[in-house]
């Protein structure tokens, strides 16, 4: 099932004009504030009309302007989770989980409350009122519940935007469960980088009501030309990665395709496929092989492009194995080493640089 968006409208001022797909997966619309993901999410859930273009979903059309086909939104079969999870706060953890169901047309197949209970892990919490359960707690009944109305698709709008960081990593773990434990697309609205990299397999950035670029969460994280609307001190790359090993020291030994990364002690038994996240400002670069250097992480690869910034700084990407990695760095240290398009180059990488909530399931 894919989602297709190929759409116009004004709005006041504002001009929105976006194309884009999403299929199954988490496909991340990021973007500041003001840069239009809500009239997007809106338009995709029919509370607004486009003045032009067409949404389809799995090649059905949920709005059509030139064939005048526009979908009542209870008929668009939309899951949506927003910010403020919008329980009944008189129902019962279960009675607002089937509430969902409601909605789904009849003979629709899916899930069962028991398994949806199962992977958002609130099993323990179905007899409960909303009032009694953390922010985290009432976000995953919100996912579950959007789950029982047999959706085609999900609309999570600011998910973990309420929450603070304790019940934010309580959550993304089964945000990872259900994108890789259900075969729907999920349109996941953000302007959280660190979600987005640790969610997404594809990113759509909208700047100013149009696409800005959209692609694999890998390439478009570490485009130097998206540092702007990514943030400079959040820009970054992400790498797949395999956990090799467990060493005794409390280190984690990952392989990556340009060689090997040391990092915290890490989750999952060897074998397992993880992301990880390497932030543009954590990267140091060197000409030749550096000797007697604390860091552990020492990638060769070659340079792929520089892009200067506003202040003295320089945004280097380089290509270590298959992947693309990020460096900021001064122009004055780029000039000094010489970096050029295709020249070789080191990559070195701080183990304890990288968080263990920069290192997820793939
Ligand atoms: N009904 C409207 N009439 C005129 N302008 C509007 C209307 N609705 C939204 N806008 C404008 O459209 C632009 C995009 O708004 P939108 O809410 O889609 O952005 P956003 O990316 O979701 O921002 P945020 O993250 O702050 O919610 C803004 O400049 C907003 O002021």
Known sequence: MSLEVDFRHRQG???????????????ALFGRSGAGKTSVVNAIAGLLAPDAGRITLGGTALFDRAARCNLPTWRRRLGYVFQDG????????????????????RGAT????DSVAELLGIAPL?????????????????????????????LMDEPLAALDEARKAEILPYLERLRDET???????????????????????????????????????????????????????????TVARHHADGLTELAVSGGRLFLPLTKGAPGTAV?????????????????????????????????????????????CGDDLLLARITRRSA????????????????????ARSDVSRS
Do not use: C, W
Request: charged share 20%.
């Open 110 to 113: 899916g899930p069962t409350l």
């Open 275 to 319: 992301r990880v996240r390497v932030l543009a400002q954590d990267v140091m670069l060197a000409r030749s092989a550096p000797v007697g250097l604390s860091a552990l992480n020492i990638l060769p690869g070659k340079v792929v492009s520089l892009r200067d910034g506003d202040g003295p700084g320089v945004m280097v990407q380089i290509a």
């Open 126 to 154: 179905l007899d409960r009122r909303p009032g009694g359960l953390s922010g985290g707690e009432k976000q995953r009944v919100a996912i579950g519940r959007a789950l029982l109305s047999r959706p085609r698709m999900l």
């Open 335 to 354: 000039q000094a080493l010489g970096l050029a398009p295709d020249g070789p180059v080191f990559a070195v990488i701080k183990t304890v640089a990288i």
């Open 183 to 241: 075969a729907l697309p999920i349109l996941y609205v953000s302007h959280s980088v660190a979600e987005v990299a640790r969610l997404a397999s594809r990113v759509v950035v909208l700047e100013n009501g149009h696409v800005a670029r959209a692609g694999p969460a890998e390439q478009v994280l570490s485009d130097p030309g998206m540092v702007h609307q990514i943030g400079l001190r959040e820009a970054g790359a992400v790498l797949p990665a």
């Open 13 to 27: 001022d504002f001009a929105l004009a976006v194309a884009f797909d999403a299929p199954d997966g988490i496909t």
């Open 86 to 105: 919008r329980l009944f706060p008189h129902l019962s953890v279960r009675q607002n989980m089937t509430y969902g169901q409601r909605f789904a047309p």
